[in-house]
T-cell receptor, first 119, second 113 residues
């Protein structure tokens, strides 16, 4: 099956620093990648939709200047949390969408997530 | 708008008990429906899906039927195991490029031996 990786799997940083999270589709090309945020014991909240070669589309309430998304290639999207603060501490999950010709369907595959802790 | 509502947890069961986790949805159009599972410390995994009305998705003994008339996609398993302890998410999406999954809040299942 399709594999999506995230790096790092966890990161601890000081308040005010920036953190970059990478999301890679390892064995397929993904025209669309999504970034989610998951708070403890809560659901996944979509942050933004990232299309290769174009600007990301952010959900309402998500600060685009704080959460910078770059989708430079069909296998890599990055999320940079700029000037991180403790309230940004969360579990960030990416997913990649691919068209499966066998099932004529867009399938979405998830990365394992990145745990960000801002001190 | 589009949304997913699933029963609040936690659900606590004994091994071999019958499991039902309710999920209903609101959608403009005809979505595809999914159940995802998140085991402790791991990422989301697709458990099963159904892409049109009356379809039944099944995997690992779990099953769910897409009921358009009741806008529901309840998850069931006849006999749960301790290893089924996890958080289960119901979700929907549309088969269009660039459309994200919309998740329910998740239901924590705890199975004891």
């Amino acid at each position: 099956g399709a594999v999506v990786s995230q790096h790092p799997s966890w990161v601890i940083c000081k308040s005010g620093t920036s953190v970059k999270i990478e999301c890679r589709s390892l064995d397929f090309q993904a025209t669309t990648m999504f970034w989610y945020r998951q708070f403890p014991k809560q659901s996944l909240m979509l942050m933004a939709t990232s299309n290769e070669g174009s600007k990301a589309t952010y959900e309402q309430g998500v600060e685009k200047d704080k959460f910078l998304i770059n989708h430079a290639s069909l296998t890599l999207s990055t999320l940079t949390v700029t000037s991180a603060h403790p309230e940004d501490s969360s579990f960030y999950i990416c997913s990649a969408r691919v068209w499966l010709a066998k099932s004529s369907y867009n399938e979405q595959f998830f990365g394992p997530g990145t745990r960000l802790t801002v001190l | 708008g589009n949304s997913v509502t699933q029963m609040e947890g936690p659900v606590t069961l004994s091994e071999e008990a019958f499991l039902t986790i309710n999920c209903t949805y609101t959608a403009t159009g005809y979505p595809s429906l999914f159940w995802y599972v998140q085991y402790p410390g791991e990422g989301l995994q697709l458990l099963l899906k159904a892409t049109k009305a009356d379809d039944k998705g099944s995997n690992k003994g779990f099953e769910a039927t897409y009921r358009k008339e009741t806008t529901s996609f309840h998850l069931e398993k006849g006999s749960v195991q301790v290893s089924d302890s996890a958080v289960y998410f119901c979700a929907l999406t549309f088969n269009q490029a660039g459309t994200a999954l919309i998740f329910g809040k998740g239901t924590t299942l705890s199975v004891s031996s």
